[in-house]
């Protein structure tokens, strides 16, 4: 059972460059997001997804864009990558979405830096 | 909003006792609770529904203060795998979680 599976696991980008972090789950999970974590600033909520076809925004969306096309992938584009997105970023899914009554299941992170 | 999460750290000798708090200034539906150890991804430890029951797992437990929008997790006699981080998270619409709570649990 591969559960929430994220590539890359490390990436090193230049300013300016645009990228794509991968997100797979094979559980048919409804919900899911991206997080990215940060020395003293915990998990903060980028953007999340209740189903196919439907996304939206977190706490913390500039720069990144993401789409839902099918339950099991939920892809996260850095438009134009800066110093400033340099983090750990996590992938989750949960079986339901709203009102949030299912645990989350986490993938491994994808260590991003921007140089 | 990010619920508040206290204190931010935490350093215990094994076999001690531990709370740790969090708050929302938001009506709560839900509070979880994950633990993360360094360099990994945060796992799973439960969740408590409003008007639910406290909850346990082995020596873990957790109250939901729906009036006051509080939840704690207790953590007993404390063992060393019980170091990491541990985050709450809320929300009725998505998913957030606090700053985190550092735990260090020496022998």
């Known amino acids: 059972n591969a559960g929430v599976t994220q590539t890359p696991k490390f990436q090193v980008l230049k300013t300016g460059q645009s990228m794509t972090l991968q997100c797979a789950q094979d559980?048919?999970?409804?919900?899911m997001s991206w997080y990215r974590q940060d020395p003293g600033m915990g998990l903060r909520l980028i953007h999340y997804s209740v189903g196919a076809g439907i996304t939206d925004q977190g706490e913390v969306p500039n720069g990144y864009n993401v789409s839902r096309s099918t339950t099991e992938d939920f892809p996260l584009r850095l438009l134009s990558a800066a110093p400033s997105q340099t983090s750990v970023y996590f992938c989750?899914?949960?079986?339901?979405?709203?009102?949030?009554?299912?645990?989350?299941?986490f993938g491994q992170g994808t260590r991003l830096t921007v140089v | 909003q990010q619920p508040v999460q206290s204190p931010q750290a935490v350093i215990l000798r094994e076999g001690e006792d531990a709370v740790i708090n969090c708050s929302s200034s938001?009506?709560?539906?839900?509070v979880h609770w994950y633990r993360q150890k360094h360099g990994e991804a945060p796992v799973f430890l439960m969740i408590l529904l409003k008007g639910g029951e406290q909850k346990g797992h082995e020596k873990i437990s957790a109250s939901f203060n729906e009036k006051k929008q509080q939840s704690s997790l207790y953590l007993t006699a404390s063992q060393l795998s019980y170091s990491g981080t541990y985050f709450c998270?809320?929300?009725?619409?998505?998913?957030?979680f606090g700053q985190g709570t550092r735990l260090t649990i020496n022998p």
């Open positions: 559980m048919n999970h409804e919900y």
């Open positions: 998270g809320q929300g009725a619409q998505k998913l957030v």
């Open positions: 938001k009506a709560l539906y839900s």
């Open positions: 989750a899914s949960s079986r339901t979405g709203p009102p949030m009554n299912t645990e989350a299941f």
